[in-house]
């Protein structure tokens, strides 16, 4: 397609009519082309556009830069610091819940339900008649926005214009460049970036795409890291990492440092297959190395303290918890629910860690902890807990359903 018959595309689809619109933005191409298209084609005034940038972490640069392109598009960003927020209310539940997806670290699935919610509550508070996001038709965000900002704002109005006029990202940059909308992506898609991980270039990357080493925020490629092993210490209190190398320390300061630290070692790159709520497959590219160690040392912390019982129903929890959060549900009464259980069974989950991070490994070299299960002055065979004899007459009792079967017979 040509600008014209892009153009032609975009202001020949009807729109809703709107006076005040609340945006989700980032600065980004998508959210920057959201305020030209509020222009010229919802034909909103300038004083009715209010660009709401949410900070949930990904620094302070990132930020400024909204901030600044903002200023270059003429509107002035309303600026929200969730950091705090996010770091003590979402993430805290996302690790207590072991945060997986089918292998993704759930980062960016929390903070737009986070972001939207913000920006809904925002829209209201400014009488807005509409929301506007710039999610694609393609991906999983526009569920997850949609869902919260019917949940905080639902007299408002939803628009996705990305969606909404089937663009591809291709023609997003001849438009921005048509119209003087400031672009700066150092990957085709751009990424998503939290303190706990960094999503690069979501659902555009393809299947044997090769990905340019100068992309990663903290990843170092394991041929490249230290030839010696980097030892660290970590600290859990009620199943939250409190300290690094023994020193207390606020959650986030301990994840960014972290990043730092294990991702020079070559730990936290993901490649995956991801399936999303659209039951479609795309290939996903992440780095997450505090969230790789914190995570990894958190599940065997977890398996030390924990019962065996609750174990097993925990991760039917964890799955579950992370199919809602990804899903688009972090506001549902049950995820609420599922927080709750994951909250108590944290109680007990306390211990240092020291660990060896070596070229992406991560190898547990030390664990304590005063609660933990595990009781080899009755458990091992080296010591004399109990007397084996016991547990002959058990032996029998529960060997007793297999001889009824051998009776029956029909087994193979």
Known sequence: ????????????????????????????LDSSLCIELLRRVYKVKDDGIFPITIDVGQG???????????????????????????????????????????????????????????????????????????????????????????????????L?????????????????????????????????????????????????????????????????????????????????PTKLNGRKMPLDELIMDLNVVAGACGIGYIDMFEDGIMDLKSREIYEAPAAHVILRLRHDLEQWCLTKDELEFKAAVDRKWAYLVYHGMWFHPLKRELDAFCLAASKFMNGTYRVGLYKGNIQILKRESPTGLFSPEIRSIKSKGFSQKMAKDAATIRGLPFEILARRGGIE
Not at 101 to 130: F, H, I, N, W
Not at 192 to 197: L, Q
């Open 160 to 240: 996705c214009p990305v969606r909404d006029f089937d663009m591809l990202r291709d023609e997003e940059r001849m438009l921005c460049e048509a119209w003087g909308v400031p672009v700066d992506e150092q990957i085709a898609g751009g990424d998503d970036k939290t303190m706990w991980c960094r999503s690069i270039a979501s659902g555009a990357i393809g299947l044997d795409q090769e990905l340019p080493e100068d992309i990663w925020m903290w990843l170092k490629w394991p041929q490249k890291a230290p030839d010696k092993t980097e030892e660290v210490s970590v600290t859990f209190e009620e199943g939250i």
């Open 60 to 158: 302070q640069d990132e930020v400024e830069v909204s901030k600044t392109k903002a200023g270059q598009l003429g509107v002035k960003a309303i600026l929200i610091d969730l950091k705090k927020e996010f770091t003590e209310n979402w993430l805290t539940k996302a690790i207590r819940a072991n945060s997986d997806y089918e292998g993704y670290p759930v980062s960016t699935s929390m903070t737009r339900q986070l972001v939207a919610r913000a920006v809904a509550k925002k829209a209201v508070e400014l009488g807005c008649d509409g929301l506007m996001e710039g999610s694609t038709g393609k991906g999983n965000d526009q569920y997850r926005m949609h869902n919260t900002f019917k949940i905080f704002a639902p007299k408002c109005k939803v």
């Open 1 to 28: 397609m040509n600008i014209q018959e892009i153009e032609a595309k975009v202001f020949g689809t009807p729109v809703p009519e709107v006076q005040k619109v609340a945006l989700a933005y980032s600065g980004g």
